[in-house]
Nanobody
Framework: EVQLQASGGGLVKAGGSLRLSCAAS????????IGWFRQAPGKEREGVSC????????YYADSVKGRFTISSDNAKNTVYLQMNSLKPEDTAVYYC????????????????WGQGTLVTVSS
């Protein structure tokens, strides 16, 4: 069973930075994607970024390109989301999820989800 543990959320001022971590375990297959999604109050869940396990290919939502960077440490089975130049509109609960390598940012394609971590950006 795949298990995911997200952490690193908190309160930060606009323009600040945070790094989220997603510790993953229980994979029985080699080729997969880890994605970050977020959901703000009253809004639908949004794909933020994802990375493939074998090739390290990354994808970003247009809203975070140039500000967020996803990376992975395979030795630690951890995926990171470095978030810079944060804006109040980045405020949301952030979730990490695991799915097939071709899941891209389609949340319906992801099969395993971790609990969320809250990111609050004050103006």
């Amino acid at each position: 069973e795949v298990q995911l543990q997200a952490s690193g959320g908190g309160l930060v001022k606009a323009g600040g930075s945070l790094r989220l971590s997603c510790a993953a375990s229980g994979f029985t297959f080699r080729d997969y994607s880890i994605g970050w999604f977020r959901q703000a109050p009253g809004k639908e869940r949004e794909g933020v970024s994802c990375i493939t396990s074998v090739d390290g290919i990354t994808y970003y939502a247009d809203s975070v390109k140039g500000r967020f960077t996803i990376s992975s440490d395979n030795a630690k089975n951890t995926v990171y989301l470095q978030m810079n130049s944060l804006k109040p509109e980045d405020t949301a609960v952030y979730y990490c999820a695991a799915g097939p390598a071709k899941a891209l940012l389609r949340d319906w394609a992801y099969e395993s989800w971790g609990q969320g971590t809250l990111v609050t950006v004050s103006s």
